[in-house]
């Protein structure tokens, strides 16, 4: 079982650039997360879905976009990238009311 | 605003000993606690929970206790082993999918 896939691992982008963070999973989850941890700091949410079509903003939102158009994909699209959004970034799945289970994380540096 | 806190950013512990770390929260409305645990370039991977029912939960060397009165939980590792060495982060939900981290506890623990 692959679980939570993410990505690609690491990416440098600069400053203006767009990008999308590929996240899928393959545990037929309804509820998809996407978390953003800098350095010293716990996992903030930036977006979540509870099933395709459906999604919404958490604590960190701004900068970010997110679509879900199947059960299996959540990506994370940055529009202009900004050094602020340098951090590792992690989706994450879980069924409703459940252990949440993460992937193994995107490096992004913005320069 | 912080609702969880993990005061100590770090833990040294000799190999065989107890470990044990401290988590506070700030929100009553909190009713379900976990437990995660990441190594380096790695996603969190869940360790252990409790529900607010339940004042301690234990699962092979770890334990989690839950004092509700002071808004306090703790992790108990015994024994500690070296491939216990990771960071170490709690987390909490009030009834939601949602979860608040806290900024993580790195443990080492030495021979």
């Known amino acids: 079982n692959a679980g939570v896939t993410q990505t690609p691992k690491f990416r440098i982008l600069k400053i203006g650039q767009s990008m999308t963070l590929q996240c899928t999973q393959d545990?037929?989850?309804?509820?998809m997360y996407w978390y953003r941890q800098d350095p010293g700091m716990g996992l903030k949410l930036i977006y979540y879905?509870?099933?395709?079509?459906?999604?919404d903003k958490g604590e960190v939102p701004n900068g970010y976009n997110v679509s879900r158009s199947t059960t299996e994909d959540f990506p994370l699209r940055l529009e202009l990238a900004a050094p602020s959004q340098t951090s590792v970034y992690f989706c994450?799945?879980?069924?409703?009311?459940?252990?949440?289970?993460f992937g193994p994380g995107t490096r992004l540096t913005v320069l | 605003d912080q609702q969880v806190k993990q005061n100590s950013p770090s833990l040294s512990v000799q190999e065989g000993r107890i470990s044990i770390l401290n988590c506070d929260y700030t929100?009553?409305?909190?009713?379900?606690f976990l437990w995660y645990k990441k190594y380096p370039a790695e996603g969190p991977t869940f360790l252990i929970s409790?529900?607010?029912?339940?004042d301690k939960n234990e699962d092979g060397r770890f334990t989690v206790f839950l004092n509700k009165s002071a808004k306090h939980l703790s992790l108990h590792i015994v024994p500690s082993q070296p491939g216990d060495s990771a960071v170490y982060f709690c987390?909490?939900?009030?009834?939601?999918?949602?979860?608040?981290f806290g900024t993580g506890t790195r443990l080492q623990v030495f021979p």
């Open positions: 994450a799945s879980s069924s409703h009311m459940s252990t949440q289970y």
């Open positions: 545990m037929n989850h309804n509820y």
């Open positions: 879905s509870v099933g395709a079509g459906i999604t």
């Open positions: 929100n009553s409305m909190f009713d379900y």
């Open positions: 409790i529900s607010s029912i339940k």
């Open positions: 987390a909490a939900s009030d009834n939601t999918d949602k979860l608040i």
